[in-house]
């Protein structure tokens, strides 16, 4: 005898009989049913009468045929229905898996993500031409404030602070290399010590950057400093400048892709030498998409590869 059911009997509705009952109707019948979905006869019985019992309502007369009631013919394309949305979803997350969809959302500054990342990503894209790219350009100080809000899932750039709510990987560390247009004094040399440089001007694109290096240079010489003679927001303005005679620059050394575009030379410094550890950026907590993953293992061969 079947019940009326009750909030509670209707949480044990589960797929298997809605599989169970969904196979019963297009076969005609329990045993040929229970081939299809590789289940015994009387579990295919049982799995129909539980689902029957939860619902309360009786959906196959049981005859010499097996038949569909009234209430049965109402309710199987709702049952068709769900397990056909359960099919997209187990399809979409295997296309997820599979990197066949999805969307990568990276912040990096402006000059990494035209050069260094932008080469990472171009082997990203031929290898997942199906996934979506959204990609930030945005100064090194900005890039922790948008993966914060979520702007971007990850992110690229120089050591910042991050507070409590962004993680940091250590990604790789990049070297400093003194700029100077083609025709300075020591556009011919392979590597000028910081002791040289003393009497000489600076772009500045970076307040937080300019501070790194005077900490640095302090260390090593506490007479050494850095007289500015323009400060701007850009490297690529920084770069720009220095092509003109307004100063020299140290800059990441990918930025040297450039160097022909402003007539340029980058030189190795020494004594110190000078690196800038770059890290990866993502909201603490939350799990990287695969798209994100993959992405992070094609950075982190890279930097492995120099």
Not at 85 to 91: A, I, R
Not at 95 to 112: F, K, N
Request: aromatic share 6%; proline share 4%; charged share 20%.
């Amino acid at each position: 005898m079947l019940v009326q059911p009750s909030s509670s009997n209707l949480q044990a509705l589960s797929l298997r009989q809605m599989r169970a009952f969904a196979a019963v109707a297009r076969a005609g019948s329990f045993t040929a049913a229970a081939r299809q979905v590789n289940l015994t006869q009387s579990a295919v019985s049982m799995l129909v009468q539980q689902l029957e019992e939860t619902l309360g309502l009786q959906l196959f007369d049981r005859g010499q045929r097996v038949t569909l009631t009234e209430a049965g013919r109402q309710l199987l394309p709702l049952a068709r229905r769900i397990l056909d949305d359960l099919q997209q979803m187990v399809e979409g997350a295997s296309d997820l898996r599979s990197l066949r969809t999805g969307l990568l959302r990276v912040v990096a500054p402006q000059m990494l993500a035209c050069t260094w990342v932008a080469a990472v990503l171009g082997t990203f894209e031929a290898a997942h031409p199906e996934v979506g790219l959204r990609m930030a350009d945005a100064t090194a100080d900005e890039v922790v404030g948008i993966v914060r809000r979520g702007e971007a899932e990850l992110g690229v750039g120089p050591e910042r602070p991050t507070g409590e709510d962004v993680a940091r990987t250590f990604l790789m560390d990049v070297p400093i290399r003194l700029v100077c247009p083609v025709g300075h004094p020591l556009a011919q040399r392979k590597a000028v010590a910081w002791d040289e440089l003393r009497y000489e001007r600076w772009v500045i694109y970076s307040s937080e950057f300019n501070r790194h290096l005077e900490r640095r240079l302090q260390a090593h010489d506490a007479s050494l400093s850095l007289q500015t003679a323009a400060e701007v927001e850009y490297l690529t303005t920084a770069l720009a400048l220095v092509g003109v005679g307004t100063g020299l620059a140290a800059v990441p050394d990918y930025a040297r892709l450039f160097a022909g575009n402003f007539g340029l030379r980058f030189i190795e410094l020494q004594g110190p030498e000078m690196h800038r550890p770059y890290y990866l950026y993502q909201r603490r907590g939350l799990a990287l998409s695969q798209p994100a993953l993959a992405f992070v293992g094609l950075l982190l061969k890279h930097a492995a590869g120099g």
